[in-house]
């Protein structure tokens, strides 16, 4: 499968805002494509994990599950795992591609339940077309600096938010967590 913004992204003419959504919404509607977690899919294929990245896949859920709000960086995961920081890497962007998990940096991902919160709060937080500040956002989702800032440059770059200066304000009105 692929994510929706990527897939978006990846087309060579760029659609009105909305219009690649109901696109989807409608191939959706139709059967044509499956919404699996954060990515579509056609509706004969499934992805499988290897029993390898199942057994890690039992492992690092709990971890990530535990406080959602609060994911660890993939070195301190490594750490609580017993693993090597490498190929936990590689395992946690196997399994964004299928949807499990979100990478929101090269060294923080999060549950999609978790990237659905935060997004959220960001509709919360720019109600009646306010804008809001990481300061805002940090204090309304309880988690570090260093990881406002890495989920709000990720909603920068998905098209949700745009940042102008300290500001963001929402762009996407639409969007599905």
Do not use: C
């Amino acid at each position: 499968g692929l994510g929706e913004r990527e897939l978006e992204k990846s087309l060579h003419a760029r659609l009105l805002r909305g219009v690649f959504a109901a696109l989807i919404d409608a191939l959706a509607d139709a059967g044509q494509v499956v919404r699996d977690g954060a990515v579509l899919r056609l509706p004969g294929h499934s992805a499988r994990r290897s029993p390898a990245d199942d057994a890690l896949w039992k492992r690092v859920q709990p971890l990530l599950a535990g406080d959602a709000m609060k994911a660890p960086v993939v070195h301190d995961l490594a750490t609580a795992l017993n693993h090597n920081v490498s190929l936990l890497e590689a395992f946690l962007i196997r399994v964004a591609k299928q949807g499990l998990v979100v990478k929101v940096s090269a060294k923080r991902y999060f549950l999609p339940e978790a990237m659905a919160r935060f997004e959220q709060l960001v509709r919360e937080l720019t109600t009646g077309g306010n804008k809001f500040t990481a300061a805002d956002f940090r204090d309304r989702a309880g988690v570090g600096r260093n990881a406002v800032i890495e989920i709000l440059e990720y909603f920068d770059r998905i098209g949700l938010t745009h940042r102008s200066g300290d500001q963001r304000t929402l762009l996407d009105t639409k969007r599905r967590a």
